[in-house]
């Protein structure tokens, strides 16, 4: 079983709808979940970060934390073709090098 | 605020060869971590620096090795070059009272031939 697992896609939404993106990890230690964004040939751009249970909204994005289930979502509301783009699920754990666990990624098409 | 810097952008080499790897942490940034990108895949944690000290490593030969400095700039250096060495190489800065969260920089693309 793989430390983070996403579903690798390719997911594609129509313009305007609401992009949901999941991912589950394996270690009940984590404890900082993150989103990256990557365009294609790009390094990864940090789009949200969540720490405890319940919702994180900023802007467009909510992230989601459901410890209990070891599950972090990521929803992209308004989606633009913009969004376009590999979405990164990281986590990280407890220790002295707060090391980020990544997942292979979801690849998000958005359709105009 | 001045972000990640990595240089070079690109390089070539070949099986055998050594290469090392810079990057200048984001301003007010005294961590640094590399990762490893290859095609397809999430990055790869390689090993963290703090306080010039490797603070944490992933499972990576003792060939993949590393230097922090002064002003909190870094260094990747891997000798003895293999074919499975080909990937985007990335440097991550944070700050250690919130060494969680991590900005990467533009990252190196290495091509191992």
């Known amino acids: 079983q793989k430390e983070v697992e996403q579903n690798s896609g390719p997911l594609s939404v129509p313009e305007g709808a609401i992009a949901s993106l999941n991912c589950t990890y394996s270690?009940?230690?984590?404890?900082?979940f993150f989103w990256y964004r990557q365009y294609s040939g790009k390094s990864p751009e940090l789009i949200m970060f969540?720490?405890?249970?319940g919702d994180k909204e900023d802007g467009r994005f909510t992230a989601q934390l459901n410890k209990a289930s070891q599950y972090v979502s990521l929803l992209i509301r308004d989606s633009q073709p913009s969004d376009s783009a590999t979405y990164l699920c990281a986590v990280t754990r407890s220790g002295s090098a707060r090391q980020l666990t990544f997942g292979s990624g979801t690849q998000l098409t958005v359709l105009p | 605020e001045t972000g990640v810097t990595q240089s070079p952008t690109h390089l070539i080499k070949t099986r055998g060869q050594q290469v090392t790897l810079r990057c200048s942490s984001q301003?007010?940034?005294?961590?640094v971590s590399w990762y490893q990108q290859a095609l397809g895949q999430g990055p790869q944690f390689i090993f963290q620096y703090y306080r010039e000290e490797e603070n944490g490593r992933g499972n990576f030969p003792p060939r993949f090795s590393g230097l922090q400095f002064p002003n909190y700039s870094s260094e990747l250096n891997v000798n003895a070059l293999e074919l499975d060495d080909s990937a985007l190489y990335l440097c991550?800065?944070?700050?250690?009272?919130?060494?969680?969260?991590?900005?990467f920089g533009p990252g190196t693309r290495l091509t191992v031939l």
């Open positions: 991550a800065s944070s700050h250690r009272d919130s060494a969680d969260t991590q900005y």
């Open positions: 969540i720490y405890s249970n």
């Open positions: 270690d009940r230690g984590s404890q900082s």
């Open positions: 301003s007010g940034h005294n961590t």
